[in-house]
């Protein structure tokens, strides 16, 4: 009888334990919903601007200085070692990702500090991230590719945009390619 019970105590907390993990998959990986897919794109479209205008700089921060004929400008000092924009960029995406966006956004090193060309800042965006939606049009284990609509302002329109998304062991899904 006690041997029965003992059994039945371990059935309980095996299915429990099952319970539990439910919503992961058997590599441990979370699955990505449209919801968090279009969070995760909205949230890298801010951190983007934000890292193209530098960063967040503290009062008498913002430096500027001529090189190759350029205007550059240093970043803020949150951001201005490689170290520190590569974990910033990580949190939304992939390793390879932040690599080609430091080439492409022209980033190098100057005296000790990152630094950025000097640019206009952007027009504001009509871009209606927060009212936007995501299909899903391919899915691999560690890899989906979807498309996310955003609407345009009041004018009835949208734009439509394929981001890829790469789970990141320890870290979870990533922006591989973002309308790329």
């Known amino acids: ?72 400008r240093y970043l ?16 939304f995406v992939t390793k390879k990702k932040a690599k080609r966006f430091l080439k492409e956004n022209g980033v190098l090193k100057h005296e000790g500090k990152l ?14 991230w927060d009212i936007a939606t995501a299909r899903e049009l391919k899915s691999k284990k560690r890899k989906m590719i979807l498309e996310i609509t955003i609407p345009i302002g009041d004018t009835r329109t949208a734009e439509k945009m394929i981001v890829s998304y790469v789970y990141v062991k320890k870290s979870g899904w990533r922006i591989d390619k973002f309308n790329e």
């Open 1 to 72: 009888m006690k041997k029965r019970i003992m059994n039945v105590v371990a059935v309980i907390l095996l299915l429990l334990i099952m319970a539990s993990c439910g919503g992961k998959s058997a590599v441990g990986q979370s699955a990505l919903t449209p919801k968090d897919a279009v969070e995760l794109a909205t949230a890298w479209t801010g951190a983007e601007a934000i890292i193209k205008a530098g960063g967040l700089y503290k009062e008498g921060e913002y430096k500027t200085f001529a090189y190759k004929g350029s205007e550059y």
């Open 115 to 128: 630094a950025s060309p000097e640019t206009e800042a952007p027009a504001d965006s009509l871009l209606l």
């Open 76 to 91: 803020a000092s949150y951001l201005d070692t490689k170290k520190k924009l590569r974990a910033e960029l990580q949190q």
